[in-house]
């Protein structure tokens, strides 16, 4: 069974640009997650898909930040316009059920540097 | 306020040596998820173990094993015996209605 995807897997761009970052779950998992790690922190959660509705977003820290997951399959996640404070790693993430039952199984995440 | 702490930001030990992570959680749920994964050098985030609030069974398997407190609200990590390959970052996680929330991680170095 293949696992969570991510492209890229780096990406460095300027302040200003846009950057889409795309998630392939694990086939049959409904459920889809994306969540950042800035530097030295904590892994914060960004929001959260059933199929392909948003089910939690609450996470998201400002409109510059829009989440897709069109036909409940892959989903993208495009920053526009980029800012430095934007530099992290995303990991996208996904899960049969989403009340803790089963475990998220996590991509490798997406190396964001914005200079 | 549901959080996750991680007070041990790195540890460093010599091969062999055992190692205990340390992780405190504050929820008002009485059900809930704990989790633990491992980011290996290689950035991916992997799955190690889930605990539910209703078992207090301490777990083990081969050179890990879990500790989990309920009166103390811990859910500590020992690894016996590290070896090279044990080192990365080390998140607890608790799960709360449909996300996990992470401690900041604990780097572990183990030097042969």
């Known amino acids: 069974e293949a696992g969570v995807t991510q492209f890229p897997s780096h990406s460095v761009i300027e302040k200003g640009q846009t950057v889409t970052l795309r998630c392939d779950p694990i086939s049959g998992h409904d459920n889809l997650y994306w969540y950042r790690r800035v530097m030295g922190k904590e892994i914060k959660f960004l929001l959260h898909f059933v199929k392909e509705s948003k089910q939690d977003e609450s996470g998201m820290p400002n409109n510059r930040f829009l989440a897709e997951r069109t036909g409940g399959t892959y989903s993208t996640l495009k920053v526009q316009p980029a800012e430095l404070e934007d530099s992290g790693v995303y990991f996208c993430?996904?899960?049969?059920?989403?009340?803790?039952?089963?475990?998220?199984?996590f991509g490798n995440g997406t190396r964001l540097t914005v200079t | 306020a549901q959080k996750v702490t991680q007070a041990q930001t790195e540890i460093s030990v010599v091969e062999k040596e055992d190692v205990t992570l340390d992780c405190v959680y504050e929820?008002?749920?009485?059900?809930?998820?704990l989790f633990w994964y491992k980011q290996p050098p290689s950035g991916e985030l992997v799955f190690l173990i889930r605990r539910n609030s209703f078992d207090e069974q301490n777990e083990i398997s081969g050179r890990y094993s879990w500790n989990f407190q309920k009166s103390t609200s811990s859910f500590n990590f020992t690894i016996t015996a590290s070896q090279v390959v044990d080192s990365a970052v080390y998140f607890c996680a608790l799960h709360n209605t449909d996300k996990l929330i992470f401690g900041t991680g604990t780097r572990l170095q183990v030097f042969p």
């Open positions: 929820t008002r749920d009485t059900t809930y998820y």
């Open positions: 993430a996904s899960s049969q059920d989403s009340w803790g039952q089963s475990p998220l199984h």
